[in-house]
């Protein structure tokens, strides 16, 4: 993949949406759709047991009859755990099916461009459906695991059930699949573009999905849809039409269910002016506070009044015009440092002068008008062109505020470094932004690769496991190109775990586990790194390190849809009051299986022959276990 379809993804992605309304589903009732048979409930929580597929049939005891006087008869009761759990309560959107019950859930608004964010929860072996205008639908499956995934697998856009040649529509397979397991919150993204018409009602062009995201991984770009899917509202094309959910293929819990219906409006930008230093500048207070080498006014934005590639900071002034009163997103892209003022109002601020390429999404409200913009813009480092760009969505399209030149979508100055492992296993030293915020980088961590296609993150300064993901491994872009700034991506759903020390001696089961110390800090005796030696029948790592005399080997592997990770423990010693921490989150759940959901049902824990503990701190919950020797557990998600 190339900077240029790099470039489009972002842009589509992350710009700002100019709406008409933006709306979040509340959920503390059904008001926002139309009556339904009753299969559908508003309820506080959910429980979805990841083992109990829905489709099993349940198993029969008898029961002996307990009448005085009467011959033993039994009757059926059901010994069969149950798929689906809740509680009243607010905030959830829940469907129960059954023979009666089955209708499809329609919302009471209509929509032409949308942009839709929603999470959502299936139990082992559930089917539903997000149709769009009621027509065009992205599917909803228990599709955890499957490898070369189909139209009909979660986030696929379905096919329809034409036989007459010119009407069929085959579907759309996601690229990828990056779905979670059954009973665990998934975040999808869709931003739909509704077919248009003319004046007479003939459609002129298709309905088109322009993006779809499922956890964080782009699933789908622009593809044009040119007939309903299967199952549609009405088997015909309009300009406006509800939201439709799939109510009669299986359970399906939704929540956090976001819209913004969009339209077209004009913005533009005018009156600009700028200024130059060139310098190494570390913030951007350094340089705004000199007399500037070289001023003056622009007709349109741009970067190409510089005389450097690096060592340059800019300030560039102007008006920003509105046609109406909205929300207004916008998106400032830029390799350096940069930040966005609208109205005296800061929407971006990043200050790093190093030479990679960034995005930051901005929201303003603003009525029908014109406004200051300042933009601040500076680098030092090489690795890529000066580049600087301010882009809004009106409508479905997006619209640059910049000259062509000065962030080219086209730009390709650099071809992506993907990594994978092959047939053998992959280990990659780098740094790696934790959740992938550039505050939260770890220094000391290492990649590692699986043909399996499941792969980690292991931090050597703290002897943790932080991240783990299924698909592709890295992209290496940032830290082999030039001279980079040593980190990597990861190229799947990551599922990020916590940081810091997992093993310590705490003064009472409420103390806080310990802060990574600086290497110059740590004090003999306390956690030492001792690398790791290459497992020779599998060429996988054994990471090893020492704590308080404990020799600690942290052995990692994959199993089905999982890693397994076990901690081998030697000179335990007598001392009491060790403790070893499994996961932490806002929430911990033990789920009807005996795994514990994580972090508000994000990931699971499930351990191996022992029983951890669930502790609260400073508001955050931890699954800790007190350690006496060696023990392995499982993270699935």
């Given amino acids: 993949m190339k900077i240029k379809l790099l470039l489009l993804l972002l842009f589509i992605a992350c710009a700002g949406k100019v709406n008409a309304q933006t709306k979040t589903l509340i959920l503390q009732d059904l008001s926002d759709f139309k009556p339904q048979a009753g299969n559908w409930q508003i309820v506080g929580d959910v429980t979805m047991n990841p083992d109990v597929d829905i489709h099993e049939k349940p198993k029969q005891e008898p029961v002996a009859s307990k009448l005085k006087g009467k011959k033993d008869k039994t009757t059926a009761e059901s010994t069969h755990p149950q798929a689906v759990t809740f509680t009243a309560g607010k905030g959830i959107l829940l469907n129960m099916n059954d023979d009666k019950k089955r209708d499809q859930l329609i919302t009471s608004f209509e929509h032409g461009d949308i942009d839709l964010e929603l999470e959502v929860m299936l139990p082992k072996g559930s089917n539903s459906g997000v149709y769009l205008q009621g027509r065009y639908e992205v599917q909803l499956l228990d599709s955890w695991g499957v490898k070369n995934p189909s139209f009909g697998d979660i986030g696929g856009i379905y096919r329809n059930w034409e036989t007459e040649k010119g009407k069929i529509y085959v579907g759309k397979a996601p690229l990828s699949n990056p779905a979670k397991a059954p009973g665990l919150w998934q975040k999808m993204h869709i931003s739909f573009q509704a077919p248009k018409f003319d004046k007479a009602g003939k459609k002129i062009e298709n309905a088109k999905f322009l993006f779809v995201d499922l956890n964080g991984v782009r699933i789908h770009e622009n593809v044009e849809v040119p007939l309903p899917t299967g199952g549609p509202i009405e088997n015909n094309e309009k300009p406006l039409g509800p939201l439709m959910i799939q109510g009669d293929h299986g359970p399906v819990a939704f929540r956090n269910i976001k819209y913004t219906l969009l339209k077209q409006v004009d913005v533009s930008l005018s009156d600009l002016s700028y200024q130059v230093w060139y310098g190494n500048f570390k913030v951007i207070s350094d340089y705004t506070v000199l007399k500037p080498n070289a001023s003056g006014s622009l007709n349109e934005l741009t970067c190409e009044i510089l005389e450097n590639e690096n060592e340059y900071g800019t300030l560039y002034k102007g008006t920003v015009t509105v ?41 303003i409200e603003l009525k029908k008008g014109s406004y200051p913009i300042e933009i601040y813009n500076y680098k030092n480092a090489s690795w890529l062109p000066p580049r600087l760009g301010l882009l809004v969505q009106t409508g479905s399209s997006l619209k640059p505020l910049h000259a062509y030149n000065s962030f080219p979508p086209d730009d390709q100055p650099v071809a992506s470094i993907f990594i994978n492992p092959g ?52 992209d290496a872009t940032p830290m082999w190109h030039d001279r980079g700034d040593g980190s990597f991506r990861p190229r799947g759903a990551t599922q990020y775990l916590f940081t810091n020390q997992p093993l310590a001696f705490l003064a009472s089961p409420t103390a806080a586990f310990p802060m990574v110390a600086r290497e110059d800090e740590m004090k003999a005796g306390e956690y030492r790194p001792k690398g790791y030696e290459i497992e020779t029948a599998t ?99």
């Avoid at 699986?450 to 993901?469: E, F, M, Q, R």
């Avoid at 009491?576 to 996961?583: D, E, R, T, V």
Wanted: proline residues 3%; without cysteine; neutral net charge.
């Fill in 323 to 363: 046609s109406d009163d909205a929300t207004y997103k916008f998106s400032l892209v830029y390799t350096g440092g940069a930040r966005l003022i609208i109205n005296n109002k800061e929407l971006a601020n990043f200050q790093s002068g190093d030479g990679w390429w960034r995005n930051d999404e901005a929201s």
């Fill in 539 to 637: 060429g996988r790592p054994i990471f090893k390190y020492s704590y308080e005399g404990i020799e600690v080997a942290d052995k990692i592997y994959p199993g089905k849809n999982t890693i397994v990770h076990s901690v081998e423990i030697k000179n335990r010693g007598t001392k009491s009051g060790l403790y070893y921490k499994l996961a932490e989150g806002k929430s911990i759940q033990k789920m009807p299986n005996g795994a514990y959901a994580i972090d508000d049902k994000s990931y699971y824990i499930k351990t191996n022959g022992f029983t951890p503990e669930v502790r609260e701190l400073n508001g955050v919950q931890e699954l800790v276990v007190p350690v006496q020797g060696s023990f392995s557990y499982s993270i699935i998600w």
């Fill in 423 to 474: 047939n053998e296993v992959r280990l990659l030293r780098a740094f790696i932004d934790f959740k992938g915020d550039y505050k939260q980088r770890l220094t000391h961590t290492i990649g590692v690769g699986d043909p399996s296609g499941t792969h980690y993150i292991y931090d050597l300064k703290a002897g943790n496991l932080v991240a783990v993901w299924h698909g592709d491994f890295v």
